[in-house]
């Protein structure tokens, strides 16, 4: 069946370091691929999304390319804030007459000052 | 402000007494669902409806019912829970017009232990 891996946490990171979060993942047919997040608290929000592969989804400085020769989909940031802390969650879409998401574990983020 | 909203936010209770979590959106949103998070396991779907009076097991259905008489509320009842039903539980909604590429629109969360 379709599932998600993604890198265990917690990522620990100082301000304005690099990100990068990995996701694989295996499905059948021609899923979408997104990146939620969860801020302390909160529900789940989407961050960015990619429909096909080789597109490049973005969004407040996250980028996640989807790879199908990699089946891969990896978030990155050039450089984080401490706002930026939260669990990321990898997700799976797909159409089986309605949305069938697949999510990975989460990985939670800690961005020091 | 579109919205997801989910009542009660925390919620104590005892093993066997029947308990309702309501969902509503204002968004007009024909897709609805139940999510559970537990640690290590992600998110994962309780039940789901894709229109009034039209729902459908997820894949963690045991011991929840669900209803949706009115395309705004869709409420998870407990009516026997136990103390492996202590979780966090999300209800999401979405617009169903393209459902592989639909953005979920989530609540806050409802925080249940049961003792």
């Known amino acids: 069946g379709n599932s998600v891996t993604q890198m265990e946490g917690p990522v620990t990171l100082s301000e304005e370091a690099f990100l990068t979060i990995n996701c694989t993942y295996t499905?059948?047919?021609?899923?979408?691929l997104f990146w939620y997040v969860q801020y302390p608290g909160e529900g789940l929000q989407l961050l960015l999304k990619?429909?096909?592969?080789?597109d490049k989804g973005s969004n407040k400085g996250f980028e996640a390319t989807y790879r199908k020769e990699t089946t891969s989909f990896h978030l990155e940031k050039g450089s984080v804030q401490v706002s930026d802390s939260a669990v990321y969650f990898c997700?799976?879409?797909?159409?089986?007459?309605?949305?069938?998401?697949?999510f990975g574990t989460g990985t939670r983020l800690l961005v020091s000052p | 402000e579109a919205q997801v909203t989910q009542n009660p936010r925390y919620l104590i209770t005892v093993t066997g007494k029947k308990l309702t979590v309501t969902c509503s959106q204002n968004?007009?949103?024909?897709?609805m669902s139940w999510y559970r998070q537990d640690p290590g396991l992600g998110l994962r779907q309780i039940y789901y409806?894709?229109?009034?009076?039209?729902?459908d097991k997820g894949d963690v259905p045991e011991g929840y019912k669900v209803s949706r008489k009115e395309k705004r509320n869709f409420p998870l009842i407990l009516e026997s829970p136990s103390p492996n039903q202590t979780s966090l539980y999300f209800c999401?909604?979405?617009?169903?017009?393209?459902?592989?590429?639909?953005?979920?629109?989530f609540g806050p969360g409802t925080r249940l232990t049961v003792l």
């Open positions: 999401a909604s979405s617009s169903g017009r393209a459902p592989r590429t639909d953005t979920q629109y």
């Open positions: 499905a059948t047919g021609y899923p979408s």
């Open positions: 990619a429909t096909k592969a080789d």
């Open positions: 997700v799976l879409g797909q159409n089986t007459g309605f949305q069938k998401l697949v």
């Open positions: 968004m007009n949103h024909e897709y």
């Open positions: 409806s894709m229109n009034v009076e039209v729902t």
